[in-house]
């Protein structure tokens, strides 16, 4: 399959009256089919069956560069597997070339699943991301936490994860004093997540930088604390 066959394969779905509230709602100046979640990431996963990761990539820039609303989240859904055999460095780099370009939380959230199997499957690409935290783009920034997401399910985290936790919660602290607000959603979002594994850490990390927190991020954060 072409770029060009996806691209048409999208555009079959397309419902110009969905597509204008999307547009209103994302508020960025691009394309917009009107494709629901569901129908994007099945497409996205009849793709991912049908190609191997060269070509996987292949399709990925094509679509992103295509700059269309779904056809960038459906690049995002590509490498979503959790093994990729025999070497997903490729996968990991075509993500990591994505994310300057962020620019919406939908878009960036699709991007992010792929990349938060990437991490797993390497936490030593925490280096890459730990680039990211120093970032002035505030999507580049945020994207660190929310590609790290996974490292929070575990409630008995392997000591690599433990390790990971510890340096994330490391950038956490240093984002809390950051007022923009999709940054303090984000470490609302992460300490929300890790509360329902390890609900003494986040206790302790509220006490210490809870007051630097904006209140709505504080009251996230806490949503799950017993």
């Known amino acids: 399959m072409t770029v060009e066959d996806a691209l048409r394969a999208l555009r079959a779905h397309a419902d110009p009256e969905r597509a204008a509230q999307m547009r209103a709602y994302h508020k960025v100046d691009r394309q917009y ?22 070509g996987l990539v292949t399709l990925a820039k094509g679509l992103w560069a295509s700059n269309i609303f779904e056809a960038r989240v459906a690049a995002g859904k590509l490498f979503l597997q959790a093994r990729i055999k025999p070497d997903d460095g490729p996968a990991w ?27 797993l499957a390497d936490p030593t690409r925490l280096d890459d991301v730990e680039t990211w935290t120093r970032s002035d783009h505030l999507w580049t920034k945020r994207a660190a936490l929310v590609f790290t997401l996974q490292f929070c399910k575990s409630r008995h985290p392997k000591l690599v994860e433990q390790t990971a936790r510890t340096r994330i919660l490391g950038w956490c602290s240093d984002y809390v004093a950051d007022p923009e607000w999709f940054i303090q959603k984000a470490v609302a979002w992460w300490l929300r997540d890790l509360s329902k ?7 302790d990390f509220l006490a210490t930088h809870g007051e630097k927190m904006k209140p709505f991020a504080r009251k996230e954060a806490g949503k799950h604390l017993p």
């Open 33 to 54: 089919l009107g494709l629901s979640n569901a129908i994007t990431g099945d497409l996205a996963a009849q793709w991912r069956k049908s190609h191997d990761l060269p």
């Open 93 to 119: 780099d075509c993500i990591k070339g994505f994310v300057p370009e962020f620019d919406s939380w939908a878009i960036a959230d699709a991007v992010a699943q792929g990349g938060q199997k990437r991490l």
């Open 197 to 203: 594994r390890d609900p003494d850490t986040v206790r």
